[in-house]
């Protein structure tokens, strides 16, 4: 069993990754789909 302490450091960082992430790419992305579209 994993204590649900590590459990909620590793999601809050997995959201903090994420939303980097998406800010990211965010504006590559869209720009993409606009050149598609």
């Known amino acids: ?3 649900k302490q590590i459990l ?3 999601k ?3 959201i903090r990754t994420r ?3 998406n800010d ?3 504006g ?3 720009s993409v ?3 598609r579209v």
């Open 8 to 10: 909620k450091k590793v």
């Open 28 to 30: 590559e992305y869209h």
């Open 1 to 3: 069993m994993i204590p």
């Open 24 to 26: 990211l790419f965010g």
């Open 12 to 14: 809050r960082i997995e």
């Open 19 to 21: 939303g980097l992430v």
């Open 33 to 35: 789909f606009k050149g």
